[in-house]
């Protein structure tokens, strides 16, 4: 498992979980749970969180940026306009260059609009980015991601900040086969055993935010969900048996005494 690395856009990490920044009660519990989770990668909301004034708490002064992959998104977008907009304002603060591309479609559902978000990825990946891409579980949808340039395929397993775990196994299992990017659950998981399932099911990782900063106790939810990616990947690598209608013994049924 050591020899198991993670690889986006060419960098390799040794944890499979991503986890976002917002939500939690104040910077020191973001910190401590993100810390438990062993994340090597967090979310970082441009348009919601405090990265540049001084007078107010810095994210970089509780999770330091030359030990945590910051990974700047475009949560609460709504048009290609102000994706754009949002990563290209990244790339000058912090010349970040890997980013997560999240247009949505509307404000209840919060599910993402593909027609923006694929004409997003073009002009992105046209521009130098490295984008990893939120969106739904369309199998058509994330081959055309695919050959738009995008670095990852981050498709929702429900409605953002839900936590109703997988709804579509048949189209990630899909998804899974046709591409050779890395695939990663984003959105709608709500405990660790969904993380195992999404594992299992052979995707690369996880994103997680709300089931862990929104969970009784934050700080062991992060310490279950890291616990699960690993379990997951390892159960993953190694091959489960063939599912069967009728049952088999475990034990030989020749030559009973």
């Known amino acids: 498992m050591k020899k198991d690395k993670f690889n986006i856009a060419n960098k390799k990490f040794n944890s499979r979980l991503i986890v976002g920044t917002g939500k939690y009660k104040n910077m020191n519990e973001c910190a401590k749970a993100i810390k438990l989770s ?8 441009v348009r919601r969180v405090n990265i540049t004034d001084k007078k107010k708490p810095l994210l970089m002064d509780y999770i330091d940026p030359k030990k945590i992959t910051y990974l700047p998104n475009t949560a609460g977008c709504f048009n290609s306009k102000e994706a754009l907009r949002t ?11 890997l980013v997560k591309l ?3 479609g509307d404000k209840k559902n919060l599910f993402p609009d593909m027609i923006e978000t694929l004409k997003s ?11 990893m891409v939120y969106c739904n579980d369309d199998p ?10 995008a670095c990852a ?3 929702l397993a429900a409605p953002i900040g839900s936590g109703l775990g997988i709804q579509n196994k048949i189209n990630i299992k899909i998804i899974r086969n046709q591409t050779k990017l890395p695939l990663i659950i984003d959105a709608g998981l709500g405990q660790a055993s969904d993380a195992v399932i999404a594992m299992e099911l052979g995707c690369d990782g996880v994103l997680v935010n709300t089931a862990i900063a929104k969970a009784k106790k934050p700080f062991d939810m992060a310490l279950a969900f890291k616990n699960a990616v690993i379990s997951g990947r390892q159960s993953y690598l190694s091959g489960r048996i063939e599912k069967n209608l009728m049952g088999k013994p475990s034990s030989p049924i020749n030559n009973i005494i």
């Open 38 to 45: 062993g994340a090597e990668i967090v979310t970082v909301a």
């Open 102 to 104: 999240e247009v949505l």
């Open 140 to 149: 058509l949808m994330a081959k055309r991601l695919e050959n738009s340039g």
């Open 121 to 131: 990825t073009e002009i992105l990946t046209n521009e130098g980015f490295q984008v």
């Open 153 to 155: 395929i981050m498709p």
């Open 87 to 97: 990563l290209r304002l990244a790339r000058e603060i912090g010349g970040w260059k």
